[in-house]
């Protein structure tokens, strides 16, 4: 079978101006210099197939070609060098509710919506209903769409993105979106095209989805494949690439904040002075174990008196995720300003890391107590990684138990039916 | 069987129609119609604004050319013409302008979904041409119903001369809004040259005051495909007798407007779609 996506050493690549001109006075005034450009290679020979049927994940981090990639696929950016080519028909869902317009009632989008992805009037003149039913919107089928919720104008647009029936889906990490209840809805259609062995493309961040219903993924790097294969060998590739990188940082960077840092802002009346990441014997660390202590210790520099204030401190995932956070004003610590120039030491102090292997950042932030004025706020102000050991899977450690009970009677199967009878 | 509730768990997706231009001619339906109830949604008049605007231009001009002027005392029924050219220009400005923006505009439609892009000019131009449509209807009400309106079996060519204003139309649309991309200020220069175009287009004086005044000059502003397009349509549709047609004054040169207008076409359309594959990324 002819594959439905054909991609053969595909580049591209932007050249991005490096003198704005948007005006055609400009180019006018200044037409003897020819214009300069610094090229940015968003990809660089890729080539891949995916066969009907084909669950495909694409994964990367930021900037790596993962949304370029698609859009090529899309005929929304044109290839430098190289083809690719969708054989059949195709929907994108680069964003969910492209073309819909927030002047317009719920029913007026469905059609203008639904026109986007080709399918005409006459058409979906017997489906909105059905469309407002899905959304569970029946009641505002008049109601202008400025006037909804996000999460209703998510389902209103999801419902419609799913409308148009096609050979191969492209998806752009749209998923994460709406309640809870709705998201099973999403999911559940998801699964249904898996089962009617539609072909689909999705680019994610989220590796456990993608571990979850891809057969395949690719993981990009800087515009380049650097690794295709089953699922769970690719994005277990890719955790080791974010624990080498952490590594890299660790070797390159102080762990003392450098000044002028384009992650760092706020008034500075008071600021860190360093931040850092101690381990069980107060030796500075970059990697701890699961279940193991670990100390965030901040020098904090008085310039001027500011009297009370709050430190927080928050960790997030390498992709930055907010994992857990917290500050003095919400455990009670009571925290001041001595003289200026004074250093003032403080202390967060994680008895048992919950964390599984992976990279993580910190963020540490001062402020006022009425939270409205920053100090001084970094992000990230430290970064760590957690050692693989074990084999649990996913982001945390629960310290659960199993409980089993073997003494139990066993309702026959004849008195299962006669009580469900 | 049919099943009255709807089943909000499950949701059947539909084949589109196998036709691409079937398609294409829908979007482009439903991005005019979108487009023509925005303009005047919100407002208490609603489509009545698109006649005011006419109107009030026709008012003031008639009041300040013919009345106070005499521009147009040795030529037949004066308000008639006005009337005509003043909604063929409205529709050319406005289609114009809005033409101008509709790529500009829809940058995200632009990033985040394919279809062809000449559909967005192709749709702004069919909301304008639905208010020249009302503007249109309205005139032909009015002067029928005060006997003004003088047809003749040369009023059949009208249409034609409509066909050569929406090409001209349709040439710049492409060309203006394809590098109003790159130049934006592309809006201010055109909202100049369109000043200068009305009233070097014959709209507020018959042309024929430019032919008395110097034939040579005549000559050089009859090239004009919108005074030309003005000039014929008073001549086919307010008096085939008392006024001329472009062509009785300038002789063979009136071709030139006309394959003029076919050029800007063309020439439009080239821009346009060799500026296409740039759009996405420099929005």
New interface residues.
């Given amino acids: 079978m002819n594959p439905v996506v054909e991609v053969s050493h595909l580049r591209k690549r932007?050249r991005l101006p490096l003198d704005k001109s948007?005006?055609?006075?400009y180019?006018v005034t200044h037409w003897r210099s020819s214009s300069r450009y610094r090229d940015l290679i968003a990809l660089r020979d890729i080539s891949f197939d995916v066969p009907p049927g084909q669950f495909l994940g694409i994964a990367g981090p930021n900037g790596c070609g993962k949304s370029t990639l698609l859009?090529v696929l899309?005929?929304?950016?044109?290839a430098d060098a190289g083809s690719a080519r969708v054989n059949g028909?195709f929907s994108?869902f680069?964003?969910l509710g492209?073309?819909f317009?927030p002047?317009?009632t719920a029913r007026?989008n469905i059609?203008?919506g639904g026109?986007?992805?080709?399918?005409?009037?006459a058409?979906l003149r017997d489906?909105v209903?059905?469309?407002l039913?899905?959304a569970?919107l029946e009641d505002f089928a008049e109601q202008k769409l400025k006037n909804f919720s996000s999460g209703m104008q998510v389902r209103l647009a999801f419902?419609v993105a799913?409308?148009?029936?096609?050979d191969l889906l492209v998806m752009d990490e749209v998923l994460a979106v709406g309640d809870a209840s709705f998201q099973e809805?999403c999911f559940?259609?998801f699964s249904r095209y898996k089962r009617e062995g539609k072909t689909i493309v999705l680019v994610s961040h989220d590796l456990g989805s993608l571990e979850e219903y891809c057969d395949r993924v690719i993981l990009l790097n800087r515009g380049e494949i650097i690794a295709d294969g089953p699922a769970v060998e690719v994005t277990s590739a890719y955790h080791r690439m974010i624990a080498e990188h952490a590594l890299a940082t660790e070797r390159d960077s102080p762990t003392e904040l450098s000044r002028g840092d384009p992650s760092q802002w706020g008034s500075r009346a008071i600021e860190f002075a360093s931040v850092s990441l101690t381990d069980a014997n107060g030796q500075r660390s970059h990697r701890f174990d699961t279940g193991g202590p670990m100390t965030l210790e901040m020098q904090i520099l008085v310039h001027r008196n500011v009297g009370e204030f709050v430190c927080g401190m928050a960790i997030r995932r390498a992709d930055g995720l907010l994992l857990a956070g917290t500050n003095t004003f919400m455990d009670h610590v009571k925290l001041s300003s001595d003289a200026p120039g004074r250093m003032i030491s403080v202390c967060y102090a994680i008895d048992s890391l919950p964390l599984l292997a992976g990279g993580y950042t910190v963020q540490v932030a001062l402020e006022d107590v009425t939270g409205s004025h920053s100090y001084d706020h970094a992000d990230p102000a430290a970064n760590f990684h957690i050692n693989a050991m074990g084999a649990h899977v996913g982001m945390l450690e629960m310290h659960g138990r199993w409980q089993v009970a073997h003494d139990q009677d066993v309702p026959s199967s004849d008195a299962v039916r006669q009580t469900a009878g | 069987m049919t099943v009255a509730t709807?089943?909000?768990?499950?949701?059947?997706?539909?084949?589109?129609?196998r036709s691409v231009f079937?398609?294409n001619l829908?979007?482009v339906?439903?991005?005019s119609i979108?487009n023509f109830?925005?303009k005047y949604?919100?407002s208490a008049l609603g489509y009545v604004w698109s006649l005011v605007k006419p109107l009030m231009l026709f008012g003031v001009m008639y009041l300040v050319f013919s009345i106070l002027l005499k521009a147009g005392k040795n030529t037949f029924d004066f308000p008639v013409q006005l009337l005509v050219a003043i909604v063929a220009w409205t529709f050319f400005t406005e289609a114009t302008t809005t033409a101008m923006n509709a790529i500009a505009g829809n940058g995200?439609?632009?990033?985040?979904?394919?279809?062809p892009r000449w559909i967005l000019i192709a749709a702004s131009t069919t909301s304008a041409l639905l208010t020249f449509a009302i503007n249109t209807a309205l005139v032909v009400l009015v002067t029928f119903a005060t006997g003004n309106l003088d047809l003749s079996w040369l009023s059949l060519l009208a249409p034609l001369y409509y066909l050569e204003l929406i090409l001209l139309v349709l040439g710049l649309s492409m060309l203006l809004s394809s590098l109003f991309v790159?130049?934006?200020?592309?809006g201010h220069?055109w909202e100049i040259l369109s000043l200068v175009l009305f009233y070097v287009s014959a709209v507020v004086f018959p042309f024929k005051t430019v032919y008395d005044y110097s034939k040579k000059l005549a000559d050089i502003a009859g090239l004009n495909p919108i005074a030309q397009i003005i000039t014929d349509l008073r001549h086919v549709l307010v008096s085939s007798t008392k006024l001329p047609s472009m062509a009785s004054l300038i002789g063979p040169l009136a071709f030139i407007p006309i394959l003029i207008s076919v050029a800007v076409f063309l020439v439009g359309f080239a821009v346009f779609t060799r500026l296409t594959?740039r759009f996405?990324?420099s929005l």
């Avoid at chain 1, 799913?162 to 096609?166: D, F, G, R, S, Y």
């Avoid at chain 2, 790159?182 to 592309?186: E, G, T």
């Fill in positions: 932007f948007t005006t055609l006075k180019r859009k899309c005929r929304i950016y044109k028909e994108a680069l964003e492209v073309g317009n002047e317009l007026e059609f203008l026109a986007v992805l080709g399918l005409t009037r058409q489906k209903d059905e469309v039913a899905f569970e419902s799913i409308l148009a029936q096609t809805k559940d259609a | 709807h089943d909000s768990t499950r949701l059947e997706a539909i084949p589109r129609p079937q398609r829908n979007l339906r439903e991005l979108t109830k925005l949604t919100g995200d439609l632009i990033r985040k979904a394919y279809f790159f130049f934006r200020d592309l220069i594959p996405a990324e």
